[in-house]
């Protein structure tokens, strides 16, 4: 079975800064897509940025990027520039090729003025 | 477009009732799943639905059943509800379930917030 860690469940940074939340999980698959999931208070996922695991090349999408590192199983998310607006909850998941997700349980990140 | 739409959005419901909740996705998605997400925890995969037959799963109990409708449209009912049922229910909507190495969008909606009481 999938399982998805998130050992941070709190985190904070400064406006303008940057932060990286980690995320590590555990698959017997060799074929499978991770993300990374942010969830303001209106409850609505929305995808930040996805890695896919055949491509070795970490994901970059403006702020947000990603190391993946698939050897350690581990796939953490870099905000930089760090604005009011990314304060929120962050999912990492896991989906399987059947295209269902596993999410770990969240950092909650704080963005000080 | 229109994105996934859930409703209702709020809901109260008495221990042992019965309760169905609605989703409608993206047009053009024919795949809808269903996700618990209990307070400060993520979300947990409870069904997958595509062309109107579950192709998915997870972990709960049989009180949990959904179907999936001609226009993909898709219900989740819980029966005998618990305390412990009292969460936010995300639906999600995609193109067919794929393979690892496509990527067809799937995208969630805001979500049903069942309270048990």
């Known amino acids: 079975a999938q399982t998805v860690t998130q050992s941070q469940p709190e985190m904070s940074v400064q406006e303008a800064e940057t932060v990286t939340l980690s995320c590590t999980y555990d698959?017997?698959?060799?074929?499978?897509?991770l993300f990374w999931y942010k969830q303001p208070p209106s409850r609505q996922m929305i995808l930040v940025i996805r890695q896919e695991a055949y491509k070795q090349q970490n994901a970059t999408e403006n702020r947000f990027s990603v190391n993946f590192q698939k050897a350690a199983k581990s796939f953490s998310l870099k905000i930089s520039d760090s604005q009011l607006g990314d304060a929120a909850m962050y999912f990492c998941?896991?989906?399987?090729?059947?295209?269902?997700?596993?999410f770990g349980t969240g950092t909650s990140l704080t963005v000080i003025p | 477009d229109a994105g996934v739409t859930q409703s209702p959005t709020h809901l109260i419901k008495t221990r042992g009732q019965q309760v169905t909740l609605r989703c409608s996705p993206i047009s053009g998605h024919k795949s809808v799943s269903w996700y618990q997400q209990v307070l400060g925890q993520g979300p947990q995969f409870i069904f997958q639905?595509?062309?109107?037959?579950?192709?998915g799963r997870g972990n709960f109990p049989d009180r949990f059943s959904a179907r999936q409708f001609p226009n993909y449209s898709s219900e989740l009912n819980v029966n005998a509800l618990l305390l412990g049922d009292s969460a936010l229910y995300l639906c999600a909507s995609s193109f067919p379930p794929s393979d690892a190495r496509t990527n067809y969008g799937y995208t969630f909606g805001s979500g049903t917030r069942l309270t048990v009481v």
């Open positions: 698959t017997s698959e060799s074929d499978y897509y």
């Open positions: 998941a896991y989906r399987t090729a059947g295209n269902q997700f596993y």
């Open positions: 639905y595509y062309e109107k037959e579950e192709r």
